[in-house]
C-alpha cells in the first residue's frame, strides 16, 4: 500500500484556508509543525485508517491525535450518539443521557463519586483547578516542569498573549522526583490549592516515562497532609490505558480528575470526575458552555465506555501497541538505527538516539507516509482496537520500506 502523494487538492484547501484563516490553521493539528508532505486535509476515516484530500490512505497511528480508541466510525457508538441527534442534541438543558452517564462514571471510575462534564480537555484541566481553589480557599498550583495541560492563559505552551499574572500562582516541579515536589510545596507554603499531575509524563520530543509509584504515593501524601487536591490529568491517556482511571494500577486515587479524548470515541466530550470531599465546591463555582450538555456525545460515551468496560478492546490495544514495538525495534536494528520506544506501547513514542534536529525521524516519517502509514516524528502516537494483526504486520512492512528508502537517501543512523 503505497501512497501517491499528489496533494493538489490537499493544496488547494490549505492555499483556501489561508485567505479566511490565520496561517491557514492553528493549533496542535498545524501539519507546519511537522516536517513537509505531510497532508493537512483529510475526506474520511474508518477503523484504523484515514484517506487525505487527495484519496490516500493510510494506516493511522494518531488516532486523531487521540479520541479513536474503538475505531472510526465505531457501528454501535454512532448509533447511539445519532439516535440522540433524531430525538434532539442541544437544547434547554441535558436530557436522560447525561444522568445515565454519569452513574456509569461514578461506578466505573474508582476515584470517582461524582462528574461534570464539559467539551474538550482544557475546558476539563481548568475546571479542576477551579474547583480545587473554590474548595480550599487558596491559590498556588503545582505543575511538572514541561507539562502540557491545555491551551489557555493559566496554562499554555505558549508565551504568546499571556501575562504574567496569568502564570502568578503556579508552581513547577520535576516530574517523578520527590525532592523537587517537596521544594516547590515549600514554595507555596499555607497557600497551595493543587497539585497537578499528567497520567504519565508525555512531554513532546522527549522520552516518556511511567510515573513512579512511590512518586505518586509521596505526592497522595502531601495532600491528605495539607488538605490540597491531588489532581490527575486523564485527559491523553484516559480510558485508553484503564477503564477505571489511569492510576488505578498504582492504587492512587485522586480528588478531581479531567478526562477529554477518548471518552466518547470522536464524539466532543470531556468530564471532570471528582472526590466526595469536593463535590461542595464543584457545586459552587461558576462552569458553564452552550454546548456541554449536548446529549449525542454523552450517548455515544455511555456506549464507548460500556464497551471498553466489558469487552477485551484495551487488552487487545495493548497487544497491537506490544506487536508494533517488537516489530519497529527489530527492523529498525537491522537497517543500523537505534530507537527509543518509550510510554504505554498503545500510546508509542518512537524516537531515534542521537536525533537532536529530528533529521532522521522527519525523513522516516515522511518516507512511512509515502508508503501508506501515519506516524509521528516527535509526538506521541496513539493504537486502537480497531487496529488487527493484520494492520500491524503491514505497518511494519512499510516501515522497512520506509528504513530503506532513507538509507539509499544516504540519512543515515547517528
Given at each position: 500500500?503505497?501512497?501517491?502523494l499528489?496533494?493538489?487538492?490537499?493544496?488547494?484547501l490549505?492555499?483556501r484556508a489561508?485567505?479566511?484563516?490565520?496561517?491557514?490553521?492553528w493549533?496542535h493539528?498545524?501539519?507546519?509543525?511537522?516536517?513537509?508532505?505531510?497532508?493537512?486535509?483529510f475526506?474520511?476515516?474508518?477503523?484504523?485508517?484515514?484517506?487525505?484530500?487527495?484519496?490516500?490512505?493510510y494506516?493511522?497511528?494518531m488516532?486523531?491525535?487521540?479520541?479513536?480508541?474503538?475505531?472510526?466510525?465505531?457501528?454501535?457508538?454512532d448509533?447511539a450518539?445519532l439516535?440522540?441527534?433524531?430525538?434532539g442534541?442541544v437544547?434547554?438543558?441535558?436530557?436522560?443521557s447525561?444522568?445515565?452517564?454519569?452513574?456509569l462514571?461514578?461506578d466505573?471510575?474508582?476515584?470517582?463519586?461524582w462528574?461534570?462534564?464539559?467539551?474538550?480537555?482544557?475546558?476539563?484541566?481548568t475546571a479542576?483547578?477551579?474547583i480545587?481553589?473554590?474548595?480550599?480557599g487558596?491559590?498556588?498550583?503545582?505543575?511538572?516542569?514541561?507539562?502540557?495541560h491545555?491551551?489557555?492563559?493559566?496554562?499554555?505552551p505558549?508565551?504568546?498573549?499571556v501575562?504574567a499574572?496569568?502564570r502568578a500562582?503556579?508552581?513547577?516541579?520535576?516530574?517523578n522526583?520527590?525532592?523537587?515536589?517537596?521544594?516547590?510545596?515549600?514554595?507555596?507554603g499555607?497557600?497551595?490549592?493543587?497539585i497537578?499531575l499528567t497520567?504519565?509524563?508525555?512531554?513532546?520530543?522527549?522520552?516518556?516515562h511511567?510515573p513512579?509509584?512511590?512518586?505518586?504515593?509521596?505526592?497522595?501524601k502531601?495532600?491528605?497532609?495539607t488538605?490540597?487536591?491531588?489532581?490527575?490529568d486523564?485527559?491523553?491517556?484516559?480510558?485508553r490505558?484503564?477503564?477505571?482511571?489511569s492510576w488505578?494500577?498504582y492504587?492512587v486515587?485522586?480528588?478531581?480528575a479531567?478526562?477529554?479524548?477518548?471518552?466518547?470515541?470522536g464524539?466532543?466530550?470531556?468530564?471532570?470526575a471528582?472526590?466526595?470531599?469536593?463535590?461542595?465546591?464543584?457545586?459552587?463555582?461558576?462552569v458553564?458552555?452552550?454546548?456541554?450538555?449536548?446529549?449525542?456525545?454523552?450517548?455515544?460515551?455511555?456506549?464507548t465506555?460500556q464497551?471498553?468496560?466489558?469487552?477485551?478492546?484495551?487488552?487487545?490495544?495493548?497487544a497491537?501497541?506490544?506487536?508494533f514495538?517488537?516489530?519497529?525495534?527489530e527492523?529498525?536494528?537491522?537497517?543500523?538505527?537505534?530507537?527509543?520506544?518509550?510510554?504505554?506501547?498503545?500510546?508509542?513514542?518512537v524516537l531515534?538516539?542521537?536525533?537532536?534536529e529530528?533529521?532522521?525521524?522527519?525523513?522516516?516519517?515522511?518516507?512511512?507516509?509515502?508508503?501508506g502509514?501515519?506516524?509521528h516524528?516527535?509526538?506521541?502516537m496513539?493504537?486502537?482496537a480497531?487496529?488487527?494483526?493484520?494492520?500491524?504486520?503491514?505497518?511494519?512492512?512499510?516501515?522497512?520500506?520506509?528504513?530503506?528508502d532513507?538509507?539509499?537517501?544516504?540519512?543515515l543512523a547517528?
Amino acid at each position: 500500500m503505497t501512497a501517491k502523494l499528489l496533494n493538489s487538492r490537499d493544496m488547494e484547501l490549505v492555499e483556501r484556508a489561508q485567505r479566511v484563516v490565520p496561517n491557514g490553521m492553528w493549533g496542535h493539528m498545524a501539519t507546519r509543525a511537522i516536517a513537509p508532505g505531510y497532508p493537512q486535509f483529510f475526506s474520511r476515516s474508518d477503523g484504523c485508517r484515514v484517506w487525505d484530500a487527495d484519496g490516500n490512505e493510510y494506516i493511522d497511528f494518531m488516532c486523531a491525535w487521540g479520541p479513536n480508541v474503538l475505531g472510526y466510525r465505531h457501528r454501535d457508538v454512532d448509533a447511539a450518539a445519532l439516535a440522540r441527534i433524531d430525538a434532539g442534541d442541544v437544547g434547554n438543558g441535558p436530557t436522560e443521557s447525561m444522568v445515565e452517564l454519569a452513574e456509569l462514571l461514578v461506578d466505573t471510575l474508582d476515584h470517582a463519586d461524582w462528574t461534570l462534564f464539559q467539551k474538550n480537555g482544557t475546558d476539563a484541566t481548568t475546571a479542576c483547578v477551579t474547583i480545587a481553589r473554590a474548595a480550599t480557599g487558596r491559590r498556588k498550583i503545582l505543575v511538572a516542569r514541561g507539562a502540557y495541560h491545555g491551551a489557555v492563559p493559566w496554562c499554555s505552551p505558549s508565551l504568546l498573549g499571556v501575562t504574567a499574572e496569568d502564570r502568578a500562582h503556579i508552581i513547577v516541579f520535576d516530574y517523578n522526583d520527590a525532592a523537587s515536589l517537596d521544594a516547590a510545596v515549600n514554595a507555596a507554603g499555607d497557600d497551595l490549592a493543587a497539585i497537578l499531575l499528567t497520567a504519565f509524563q508525555h512531554d513532546v520530543g522527549k522520552d516518556q516515562h511511567l510515573p513512579q509509584a512511590a512518586f505518586l504515593a509521596h505526592a497522595r501524601k502531601i495532600c491528605d497532609r495539607t488538605g490540597a487536591a491531588l489532581i490527575l490529568d486523564d485527559v491523553r491517556a484516559g480510558f485508553r490505558l484503564d477503564v477505571r482511571g489511569s492510576w488505578a494500577r498504582y492504587g492512587v486515587k485522586p480528588d478531581l480528575a479531567a478526562y477529554s479524548k477518548a471518552i466518547a470515541n470522536g464524539w466532543p466530550l470531556a468530564a471532570v470526575a471528582g472526590a466526595e470531599r469536593f463535590r461542595e465546591g464543584a457545586g459552587k463555582v461558576f462552569v458553564t458552555g452552550s454546548f456541554w450538555y449536548g446529549s449525542a456525545a454523552m450517548a455515544a460515551a455511555v456506549k464507548t465506555v460500556q464497551i471498553l468496560r466489558d469487552s477485551d478492546a484495551l487488552a487487545h490495544t495493548e497487544a497491537m501497541g506490544e506487536r508494533f514495538r517488537t516489530g519497529l525495534s527489530e527492523i529498525s536494528a537491522r537497517h543500523g538505527f537505534t530507537l527509543r520506544q518509550t510510554g504505554p506501547v498503545q500510546m508509542p513514542m518512537v524516537l531515534f538516539d542521537g536525533d537532536q534536529e529530528l533529521k532522521i525521524a522527519n525523513a522516516f516519517c515522511l518516507a512511512a507516509l509515502r508508503r501508506g502509514i501515519y506516524l509521528h516524528p516527535k509526538h506521541n502516537m496513539f493504537l486502537c482496537a480497531a487496529h488487527t494483526p493484520g494492520d500491524i504486520d503491514r505497518a511494519l512492512e512499510a516501515a522497512d520500506g520506509a528504513f530503506r528508502d532513507i538509507v539509499s537517501a544516504g540519512v543515515l543512523a547517528a
